[in-house]
């Protein structure tokens, strides 16, 4: 299992003994086969919900746990529009449509497992009266949308190699009189480009690079082995190929690592920070390689690249020279449907991508 579920298991576990038994029932029921990120993000969904409950005087119960299933039963239609309505005001979601969508979409999974497939001893539903049933929730994102939103805000195929060569050497003359920050950059930019050099040239998720450790490179397949999202098998590592291009600035920071960074034995990961006050390398985090790639991108010019975009400039760059099957293949796509953003970013249509399937085969 991979370092983040790990922790988002261990952070599940202490949060599900404060709800009701109902929603640790549901939440065992699909232990199975959700990860333990995906059931996290429920419980943090739940847990809004219900302090609206209580703040709202819908039920009596003062925490949590004490909540029943005669107060989710007599819920009205108002309620639900009027939770909506919060949620679309509520200070860390203002404006937030997807985040709406996937929390009300949280609260239609649990309400339809409590009156379609949990049963009490009679054999009669948990739940009698289902409101979430009549809540439509419309798609947010279509293919075509994303891919207006991504336009102007990717490397152009010229410049995936310019970045990369900007983060090796042109950033430090760009910050030659800012001693601090020179200094920090001197130590990581062999880091930083390969890290920005596998993404470019592999289309790896962020989460997929800090999971990576040192067995997990084959360069001599030019192959990385990864916990793929939505793979269920926690002990499984797909194989996902890198360019050639990759493979220098892999070796290059690979033989500087256990050095430069003060890597203890132990250690596996493979990307390493050293947090400050401390003397040896530690696994870096999501959140510092999404920092490490804006604080280059604002001086490259590109204000709008993310770690994220780095992935889709991949996408869009390999997509014109494959199919959208080996393209969604790739990426670790679950399926072609969401891979359609880049015949969209690049202009092509669906039957263009297939014909030259058939062509190739």
Not at 208 to 230: A, F, H, I, P, T
Not at 317 to 329: A, F, G, R, S, W
Request: net charge positive.
């Amino acid at each position: 299992m991979n370092i983040q579920k790990i922790k988002d298991r261990q952070e599940l576990e202490q949060k599900v003994p404060r709800f009701p038994w109902y929603v640790q029932q549901f939440i065992d029921y699909k232990l199975p086969d959700l990860s333990p990120s995906t059931l996290l993000e429920y419980t943090r969904d739940y847990e809004i919900f219900f302090s609206w409950l209580m703040a709202e005087g819908l039920t009596t119960a003062q925490v949590m746990k004490n909540i029943t299933l005669q107060d989710l039963e007599v819920l009205h239609m108002e309620s639900i529009v009027n939770y909506r309505i919060f949620l679309s005001t509520f200070k860390e979601n203002t404006n937030a449509k997807v985040t709406i969508s996937r929390k009300l979409s949280s609260l239609r999974s649990i309400f339809h497992y409590l009156s379609q497939i949990a049963e009490d001893e009679q054999f009669y539903p948990l739940l009698k009266r289902n409101i979430m049933a009549k809540v439509e929730i419309k798609r947010i994102h279509k293919p075509k949308d994303t891919a207006s939103k991504l336009k102007g805000k990717l490397l152009e195929e010229y410049e995936l190699t310019a970045f990369i060569h900007y983060i090796q050497e042109g950033y430090g003359q760009d910050v030659a009189n800012n001693k601090q920050a020179l200094y920090a950059y001197e130590l990581n930019k062999q880091r930083d480009a390969c890290i920005t050099s596998l993404i470019l040239n592999s289309g790896l998720r962020v989460s997929e690079v800090v999971n990576l450790n040192m067995e997990d490179v084959d360069l001599n397949n030019k192959l990385v082995y990864v916990y793929r999202k939505g793979n269920h098998d926690e002990t499984f590592k797909a194989p996902v190929y890198f360019r050639e291009e990759a493979k220098p600035d892999l070796i290059t920071y690979m033989e500087m690592r256990p050095v430069r960074y003060s890597a203890p034995r132990k250690e596996k990961a493979l990307f390493l920070t050293i947090p400050n006050g401390q003397q040896e390398g530690k696994r870096m985090t999501k959140r510092a390689m999404q920092e490490m790639i804006i604080k280059y991108a604002k001086r490259f010019g590109k204000p709008y690249l993310t770690i994220h975009k780095l992935r889709h400039s991949f996408a869009t760059d390999y997509y014109l020279q494959n199919d959208i099957y080996k393209t969604k293949e790739q990426l670790g796509h679950a399926s072609t449907e969401t891979t359609e953003v880049y015949a969209h970013l690049t202009d092509k249509t669906m039957s263009d991508a297939i014909e030259r399937r058939i062509t190739q085969a």
